[in-house]
């Protein structure tokens, strides 16, 4: 799984989106307006993050609001910090 996520990260819009989302959910028309690209490409980017487990989305009435999923967040966290423990260990 981590590999999805880190995947999703390596791209600055898709940090970025997830750095709006940190403060709040926000439905695809307000993301768009903090970035010069076109829909489709927002669309493409929110979507990577989705298949990748890092946003979810909700219809709600005519609006598609996105939010921040924490817990993948903290598995990737947890990822790393294995290899500290690892490190730890072998010295």
């Known amino acids: 799984m981590p590999g999805e996520g880190f995947k999703a990260l ?16 926000l439905t695809a028309g307000e993301l768009a307006e903090h970035f010069d690209i076109s829909k489709p490409s927002l669309s493409h980017h929110l979507a990577t993050l989705k298949s990748a487990g890092l946003v979810s989305d909700e219809r709600r009435g005519q609006n598609i609001v996105y939010s921040l999923n924490t817990t993948v967040m903290q598995d990737l966290i947890g990822w790393f910090l294995g290899f500290s423990q690892n490190t730890e260990e072998h010295k």
């Open 10 to 25: 390596a791209d600055p819009t898709r940090r970025r989106i997830l750095e709006l989302l940190r403060d709040g959910d």
